[in-house]
């Protein structure tokens, strides 16, 4: 039978119709397994870390897109939780200013992967500059469209060099957004999160799952898969989320270090 993560990952080259998803499914998980199950993935995910980083000879890099309210930074929130800090770094990638302007659109994304021995979570990444440029045309078609090319040379030579990466898509519906855009209007400790132009970004949902669908389709490759996650219960969302990372650490066989010297021959005096 598929495992959970064989179901969430776009094949490499085939089409993907995002609007097609129902973005409340749950692949027959139930909500008080899916709790125990997470738990369970934030200890193997946790114990998976501390051998990464120990070996210090590789890296694992973690994307997550998604329309806004999907979840971003939830996921991070719930999913990362059991991390060790000194072992993993975020990056929010927000419009482009200062230097990352007088640099090409890689650059920025460069800097921050991570090191040996670390994770690096991306909440946005480069596929902003095929998401939001390409539907309010910040830079021409023929800048963009040559852009799935390039993101994946470059992702196949991190991915050569030792970085593993994943990509999850967090897709939630039309409705779900406006219900989540709604409490944060209603509620005081959330207000902070809402933004006019978050909502104004309603208008052009069809654009954007134009672009996810072609992003999707051009960009899941071998080396670096897009796993599309319906994220409309935040609970299977995490869960999935989880779940996937844990595995292709685990399959990872990540190995703590040889000691250099023979320990058994060392007196602590
Ligand atoms: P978030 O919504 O991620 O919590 P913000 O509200 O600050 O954070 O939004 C960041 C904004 O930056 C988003 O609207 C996103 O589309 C935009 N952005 C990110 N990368 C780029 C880019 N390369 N070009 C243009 N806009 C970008």
Redesign the pocket.
């Known amino acids: 039978m598929a495992t959970l993560a064989e179901k969430l990952i776009v094949a490499p080259g085939s089409k993907f119709k995002l609007g097609k998803l129902d973005a409340d499914r749950t692949f027959g998980v139930q909500k008080a397994a899916a709790a125990r199950k997470l738990e369970r993935n934030i200890e193997r995910l946790s114990e998976l870390q501390y051998r990464l980083y120990a070996e210090a000879r590789r890296a694992v890099l973690v994307v997550l897109q998604g329309i806004?309210a999907a979840g971003?930074?939830g996921t991070i929130r719930h999913v990362m939780t059991g991390l060790n800090p000194q072992g993993v770094r975020v990056t929010?990638?927000?419009?482009?200013e200062g230097e990352e302007r007088r640099h090409d659109?890689l650059w920025r994304i460069h800097r921050a992967c991570p090191e040996w021995g670390s994770i690096g979570i991306f909440?946005?990444s480069h596929y902003?500059?095929v998401?939001?440029?390409r539907v309010h045309n910040?830079a021409p078609k023929s800048v963009w469209s040559k852009r799935y090319r390039q993101i994946n040379e470059f992702e196949r030579s991190l991915s050569e060099c030792g970085v593993t990466i994943l990509k999850f898509l967090l897709y939630i519906s039309k409705e779900e957004q406006a219900k989540r855009f709604e409490e944060r209007l209603d509620d005081p400790s959330k207000n902070w999160k809402f933004?006019a132009?978050?909502s104004r970004e309603r208008d052009y949902w069809d654009a954007y799952l134009d672009a996810y669908d072609e992003m999707l389709e051009k960009c899941s490759t071998q080396y670096a898969p897009w796993y599309v996650i319906p994220a409309n219960r935040k609970w299977f969302r995490n869960l999935a989320v989880s779940d996937v990372i844990a595995g292709v650490l685990e399959r990872m066989k990540l190995e703590f270090p040889k000691p250099a010297t023979d320990l058994s021959a060392v007196k602590i005096t």
């Open positions: 806004d971003k930074d929010s990638f927000k419009v482009p659109y909440n946005r902003e500059d998401l939001v440029v910040l933004s132009a978050d």
